[in-house]
């Protein structure tokens, strides 16, 4: 399993459950002309150069946010489609596959915030318990690498806190790896550790706070010898 960051939709986990989740709760989406997958994959690093290079462009970046995300947020607002799929991956969440179960549902609302789709006050209560029960580490596990690295889970909290119906919120541009925030939520862009030129923080205090984890991984990119994190 592939992770090449530390936040969501980092890494080959988060993108596979992006892929599959709503044909994995029983909606099949041959029809759709647009995926759910489709408003966070530009973070792949196993996509051929000619997509990369697409998705860096400024056509790209139009088509993102003026027809890729508002037909996702329609179709998951209409018919309260977004609800129905909340539902049906809450209630699968007793499946013995434990974890894989529940972090179905918070991709499920990641991309529901990503879209700017409606989500009612009992599912974003849902989500914010449901984070502290997810696997979370600072670096990869021994046997596996399973939920949110720390960065990624305090993005998430941070997306719940500013979760407004009809708003797109990216996950992919620069967030503070100790609070979550992003240049929206702070009015300036993070700034970024001038030692691995990887992690961002909204501030000083944050990125003093988040030092003593951040050093194990606080490597110059010169000093880099693989790709996952």
Not at 60 to 70: M, T
Not at 208 to 227: A, F, G, K, T, Y
Request: with cysteine; charged share 25%; net charge neutral.
């Amino acid at each position: 399993m592939g992770r090449w960051g530390w936040r969501l939709f980092e890494g080959d986990q988060d993108l596979d459950v992006a892929c599959t989740v709503v044909d994995s709760l029983g909606v099949d989406t041959d029809s759709w002309e647009h995926s759910l997958s489709a408003m966070v994959h530009q973070t792949d690093m196993l996509a051929p150069p000619e997509a990369a290079a697409f998705y860096s462009t400024s056509e790209y970046a139009d088509k993102l946010a003026n027809e890729i995300i508002p037909w996702v947020r329609q179709k998951l607002d209409t018919d309260n489609l977004g609800e129905r799929l909340f539902a049906a991956s809450r209630a699968k969440e007793t499946d013995n596959l434990f974890q894989d179960s529940k972090y179905r549902t918070i991709i499920l609302g990641a991309l529901m915030i990503r879209a700017g789709a409606r989500i009612n006050a009992a599912d974003l209560k849902h989500l914010r318990d449901l984070a502290p029960q997810i696997n979370c580490t600072s670096r990869q596990m021994t046997l596996g690498d399973h939920g949110f690295r720390t960065p990624g889970k305090a993005q998430f909290l941070a997306a719940l806190d500013h979760c407004q119906p009809g708003v797109a919120r990216s996950f992919q541009e620069p967030s503070c790896f100790k609070c979550g925030k992003i240049e929206e939520d702070i009015g300036h862009k993070p700034l970024q550790c001038k030692k691995c030129k990887v992690a961002t923080y909204c501030s000083k205090d944050c990125q003093r706070d988040q030092w003593r984890e951040h050093r194990v991984s606080c490597i110059p990119p010169s000093q880099c010898r693989m790709l996952n994190v």
